[in-house]
């Protein structure tokens, strides 16, 4: 059936405004005026009055955690009780009493920030734990993800012990006397990972399914996401299948760019032999780059850094991989047809793997190759001029402002600060660069992130702008948000704005971005989020 939409305030994304647009068969018809429009009238067409609302295209997370995100749906939110250590400890105590766990059952958790303590600004350990419970297992994991704490009686059922041995590109914190803490970094946090939950299909269906309906009413329609190593000892396989049922069920109601995270050369080579590679799939779910976790995070103090830590100087970091690994599946992957893209926070890291997509791309030219840095936070001058120079995608989350300003100064110093965070100097440079959330890191909000890209201020806004020319116009976070995020994926000829021949996602809006307050950009309600034309979010007044 031909939907004619009149009277609405409708910003492209790619060619300024329109009143009118129509949809037929999932796709855009016919974007222009309401007199335009209605020439298409057919007699059983639907005529829809937008009553001058807002529309735009449907919103693109270039970096999250779908799967994990369903999953910490079913978990604590820990967010809620970290303002100190005892009402985290009272916190998981109340919610094993209100889900009755029982004996070897394992409550978890994530969202908790030691930052965030009023008492004590340290990590839990397991003894902390141990005084809310010594029978059911506990694993709660920070908010950046890159640590997780587990108690006792959880080490107990995980089998680690003083005599455990140590994971490469990872730890897990010991005492004088060698013994656990509970405390796992990095790479080890498989350790628990691959023993305290195994999924099998259909429960990845329902934390999908769960996860793309929260997306939905935050007007997300497109996602990137890496999902293979959220429960690394499931088969990427079982994942796939999962995503391909709900497609063929009608229950997917994100479209899907899977950011392949293949941990080491021999699982990259197996991927790839199957057939799989960048573009393999359909519009709802595809194949998209090669995805490598190249070091930590800011605020655990994993990330990989040039300098030592300014609040730490015992450290430098963690890079999971070694200059030799990421030159030999950065390459492999690039001349196999599969682009790249590095989570990189530190600048060491980040010098690494600038050098070995230069190396790949000088012994395998590609002009149009979209390889990519995910977060590039800590940056230099050297590095900015390399995205340009190599082409590089950013892929940036700018509601990391919203927490990030609180440390960053503090972690690396006021000097290198200055060079982190540098959005708009990668925008002006001519890099495309892409919004996200690295949800369940932080929720996939769009509004939310708009508001930090565009003030610069944590979402409270009881902080000054940090670097407050580095803030991004209206105009430039929703870009970030829709086109730039499907050129990210090879996508932006189908998706990514409104214009006729494109696919018809898109979203309501109650209030016009370009004349909120930008203050209360976060304030702006998502009436309505359409894909294919069809509606898949309303909000009920």
Not at 287 to 309: F, H, M, N, V
Not at 490 to 497: A, I, V
């Amino acid at each position: 059936m031909r939907r004619i939409y009149i009277n609405g305030n409708v910003y492209t994304v790619t060619n300024g405004n329109a009143e009118a647009f129509i949809e037929e068969d999932g796709k855009f018809i016919y974007v222009g005026d309401n007199e335009g429009a209605l020439t298409y009238k057919q007699d059983d067409s639907d005529v829809i009055d937008l009553q001058n609302k807002f529309v735009t295209a449907g919103f693109n997370d270039s970096h999250m955690h779908v799967v994990e995100f369903g999953d910490y749906l079913e978990m604590m939110h820990m967010g809620d009780f970290t303002g100190s250590l005892k009402e985290l400890k009272d916190g998981i105590k109340k919610f094993i009493s209100e889900k009755n766990l029982k004996e070897n059952e394992w409550a978890r958790g994530r969202g908790w920030n030691n930052d965030y303590f009023t008492d004590e600004n340290r990590f839990p350990t397991r003894y902390d734990l141990d005084e809310v419970s010594t029978t059911c297992p506990i694993c709660i994991i920070r908010t950046c993800g890159h640590i997780c704490v587990v108690n006792s009686k959880g080490l107990e059922l995980l089998g680690i012990t003083k005599d455990s041995p140590q994971v490469e590109g990872g730890v897990f914190d010991i005492d004088e006397n060698g013994e656990p803490l509970g405390i796992f970094r990095e790479n080890a946090l498989e350790l628990v990972y691959s023993k305290a939950l195994t999924p099998d299909k259909e429960s990845f269906k329902s934390m999908i399914y769960e996860a793309c309906k929260v997306l939905n009413s935050y007007g997300v329609t497109s996602a990137q996401t890496d999902d293979f190593v959220a429960f690394p000892q499931v088969d990427y396989e079982i994942l796939i299948d999962a995503y391909k049922e709900l497609e063929k069920e009608g229950k997917l109601t994100v479209k899907i760019n899977q950011q392949a995270q293949l941990v080491n050369i021999d699982d990259l080579k197996g991927f790839i032999d199957k057939g799989y590679k960048t573009g393999v799939g359909t519009d709802y779910f595809k194949i998209g780059p090669l995805k490598l976790l190249g070091d930590g995070s800011l605020g655990a103090r994993t990330a990989y850094i040039t300098e030592p830590y300014y609040d730490d100087n015992s450290t430098c970091g963690i890079s999971i991989y070694t200059q030799e690994q990421l030159d030999e599946m950065i390459e492999y992957a690039h001349k196999n047809g599969m682009h790249v893209v590095v989570h990189c926070i530190g600048d060491k890291i980040m010098y690494m793997v600038v050098e070995a997509m230069e190396k790949a791309l000088k012994k395998y030219p590609k002009e149009d190759h979209r390889h990519g840095i995910v977060h590039c936070q800590i940056t230099t001058k050297e590095l900015l001029d390399k995205f340009k120079e190599l082409k590089l995608h950013a892929y940036i989350q700018s509601i990391f402002l919203d927490y990030d300003i609180n440390i960053v100064e503090d972690r690396i110093g006021k000097e290198r600060a200055k060079y982190t965070y540098n959005f708009k100097t990668l925008m002006d440079s001519g890099v495309i660069t892409s919004n996200g959330s690295d949800s369940p890191v932080e929720l996939p909000n769009v509004m939310n992130g708009m508001q930090c890209a565009v003030t610069r201020k944590n979402l409270n806004g009881d902080k000054k702008p940090f670097l407050p020319e580095q803030a991004l116009s209206v105009e430039e976070a929703i870009k970030s948000y829709t086109i730039m995020g499907a050129y990210g994926s090879f996508e932006e000829n189908s998706k990514g704005s409104i214009e006729k021949g494109k696919v018809a996602d898109f979203v309501v809006l109650g209030q016009n971005p370009f004349e909120t307050n930008i203050n209360k950009l976060k304030d702006v309600e998502i009436l309505a989020t359409y894909l294919d034309g069809k509606c898949v979010f309303e909000k009920v007044n």
